[in-house]
């Protein structure tokens, strides 16, 4: 059991889902309440890294990032390391592909509250700020949930973007799924094994405890279930 | 304080609107329309959820909107109603209450939502959420949450309309005792010409985002100002007659074979031609020997339950009258029918 590979990817799900559900709130209210030009190209946008093979946004993170682009260099300037084969850039690749899988649920649970509450919230004299935490968070609860849970799911499992961007340097970009690969790559089909039933389990109990969480705070009035 | 709401608002966006509205403090006006007239997109712009193109709106001497002003909801102290309550479902009935008054310490918010469950009879379900309320106690609770902060004004988008008869009899008494003690106008929207008879004290007619007349309910019903006016108030004898001789205040209108006296300020050249309404409760079927009486063949029958509506065509002439009978005499297609007019219920259309 490669034990370094599970912290990392443990860590690199965590770290994931503190910087991008934040970010994840504001746009997914932002896209469920506000009408503007070009809001289907911006929610298209959002939603490319569900199609594009994870390779294709691994490459370009790679060009775009390596040591040859302008970026990289700037980078390398003022952080002093690359992000390319480093956790940083493994951790910038995670967020970029896992957006729509953060944003879509949170839309949905911000536009499941109806206007009408919406509507009587304002004209209790709430401020945007206090029908946010008083009405709206409580209300979308549920697809904020599902956002945190399948955004660390898919952390967890996510490979071709993680090979392309990390590598696979032990404690720095080697996430369990890569680790899981090398095992197979040496024939060590035993220790592959039991990593993969370790995740399959781990993978399984967070669906079910995410399921019940959702459920109960459903039943407390929310509007959306996973 | 005067409390008095004028607005003059015109909208081309999303469809055009064009009204002019006051409402007096302690007055209950109904805005009354078909589905799509425009009428809760008045009660938004009163409430500042959505704004005019141009116009004002000013309650009392505050201006709430106008070309400089453009005050959120946030500022200007509305009770409103949604139509579908708008009640937050995560809370219970007395924290949807307590919503409104969030600038009061805790227990100040506690006490006075208790007073206003109380003031709609619902102190025993305070703890409940709205999902456990019927429809008529959630209403009464966005009332009660409405209220509770004090509004400058009431707004209530079809407060009855998702609810069954008897609830809304019962919240019909209880609007009108709330009413009797408070001194802010109260808006309500509604289609239900009814409802608007028995609760408001002037109604407002909406239609394709135009307010055709504003009165008493007596004075749209009995008075209209024109034909779209007689249409919406279920009116349903209409009619545009020719005008045989017009002396004094009197004119004679030719009505198939028969003349009709009826009064009238409105000078017309014989010839020309009047277009009048009558409410049915002014039509009675008499017998046909009667002197005053007009005559006319049933064209149509149509039973409405313990009524029913007979369309009869006058004798030589193409206006069918609509008389209610009662069900239980007997009817035939083209039978021969004799029925009195009541000239005085005669409203002759404003020509224009």
């Known amino acids: 059991m490669d034990w370094t590979a599970l912290w990392l990817s443990l860590k690199l799900g965590a770290m994931t889902i503190l910087v991008l559900i934040p970010v994840a709130l504001f746009t997914a209210r932002f896209l469920a309440y506000r009408r503007f030009v070009g809001k289907p190209v911006a929610e298209a946008l959002l939603a490319v890294p569900l199609v594009l093979p994870p390779t294709v946004v691994g490459y370009y993170l790679l060009v775009g990032l390596g040591n040859q682009s302008w970026l990289g260099q700037w980078l390398m300037q003022t952080t002093g390391h690359f992000l390319v084969f480093h956790f940083s850039g493994l951790l910038l690749a995670s967020i970029i592909v896992n957006i729509p899988f953060a944003v879509q649920p949170i839309q949905r649970g911000f536009e499941a509250i109806p206007q009408d509450v919406r509507d009587a919230a304002a004209c209790c004299g709430m401020s945007s700020l206090r029908m946010l935490f008083t009405v709206e968070l409580p209300l979308a609860w549920p697809g904020i949930v599902t956002a945190i849970v399948l955004t660390f799911a898919h952390t967890l499992g996510e490979f071709g973007v993680v090979l392309m961007v990390g590598g696979s340097l032990p404690g720095e970009t080697k996430t369990i799924a890569i680790s899981i690969y090398d095992r197979v790559q040496a024939l060590d089909f035993a220790a592959a094994g039991n990593m993969s039933l370790m995740l399959l389990v781990f993978s399984v109990v967070v669906l079910a405890l995410a399921n019940s969480l959702s459920r109960k705070f459903g039943r407390r009035g929310g509007y959306h279930e996973l | ?352």
């Not at chain 2, 608002?9 to 064009?18: E, S, W, Y």
């Not at chain 2, 001789?245 to 009505?255: E, G, P, R």
């Not at chain 2, 083209?334 to 020509?351: E, G, R, T």
């Open chain 2, 1 to 352: 304080m005067n409390y008095e709401l004028r607005l003059k608002a015109t909208l081309q966006q999303p469809f055009a609107l064009q009204a002019e509205l006051q409402c007096g403090e302690g007055e209950l006006l109904a805005l009354l329309g078909p589905s799509g007239s425009g009428k809760s997109t008045v009660l938004r712009l009163i409430a500042g959820l959505q704004y005019p193109q141009s116009g004002s709106i000013e309650l009392g001497s505050n201006v709430w909107f106008d070309q400089r002003v453009r005050l959120a909801p946030q500022q200007r102290r509305v009770g409103y109603v949604p139509q579908n309550y708008g009640l937050f479902p995560h809370m219970s009935a007395l924290d949807n209450v307590c919503a409104g008054l969030h600038h009061l310490p805790r227990h100040e918010q506690t006490r006075q939502a208790r007073k206003w469950l109380e003031r709609v009879h619902l102190s025993d379900y305070s703890k409940r959420k709205p999902a456990e309320l019927s429809g008529g106690q959630q209403q009464r609770v966005a009332l009660a949450r409405a209220l509770a902060a004090e509004p400058s004004i009431l707004l209530l988008d079809e407060p009855f309309s998702a609810l069954d008869s008897i609830t809304r009899e019962s919240l019909y008494v209880q609007l009108a005792e709330l009413k009797a003690g408070l001194k802010i106008p109260i808006i309500m929207v509604t289609h239900d010409l009814n409802e608007a008879s028995m609760l408001a004290d002037r109604v407002a007619l909406i239609d394709n985002g135009r307010i055709l007349q504003v009165g008493s309910p007596a004075n749209v019903t009995r008075q209209p100002v024109s034909r779209r006016v007689a249409e919406l108030v279920g009116l349903h004898n209409i009619f545009r007659s020719e005008v045989v001789v017009q002396d004094n205040a009197m004119v004679t209108l030719k009505l198939g074979r028969h003349l009709l006296k009826v009064p009238t300020k409105q000078a017309v050249l014989p010839g020309g031609y009047l277009e009048w309404v009558l409410p049915t409760d002014a039509l009675e079927i008499t017998t046909q020997d009667e002197i005053a009486a007009l005559h006319g063949f049933v064209s149509n029958i149509l039973r409405l339950g313990n009524l029913v509506r007979l369309f009869v065509r006058v004798d030589g002439g193409t206006e069918v009258f609509q008389l209610q009978a009662a069900s239980h005499h007997h009817f035939e297609l083209d039978q021969p029918l004799a029925f009195k007019l009541d000239v005085s219920k005669v409203h002759i259309l404003p020509m224009v």
